[in-house]
């Protein structure tokens, strides 16, 4: 299956900025009402970018990179 929904990597970015926690994937499928393997690949590259980290549990970050992205977005 593929997603056909649109979905704006700059969000993804804000949409960790705003949490408290860290965040999973299934929690960014859900905002944007995809599948978890629409997202992954989004966030594979905002990995390799250096905008966000993963943690143990396979949770995400942003990093500090990631929240100077935003400002000048």
Do not use: C, N, W
């Not at 705003?18 to 599948?35: C, D, E, M, P, W």
């Amino acid at each position: 299956m593929t997603d056909k929904r649109i979905v704006d990597p700059v969000e993804i970015l804000r949409i960790l900025d705003r949490s408290s926690t860290r965040v999973s994937l299934s929690y960014i499928a859900k905002h944007f009402g995809v599948s978890t393997q629409g997202i992954h690949k989004h966030m594979k590259r905002l990995f390799e970018k250096g905008f966000v980290i993963k943690d143990e549990r396979g949770r995400y970050i942003l990093t500090e990179k990631g929240k100077a992205y935003l400002e000048h977005s």
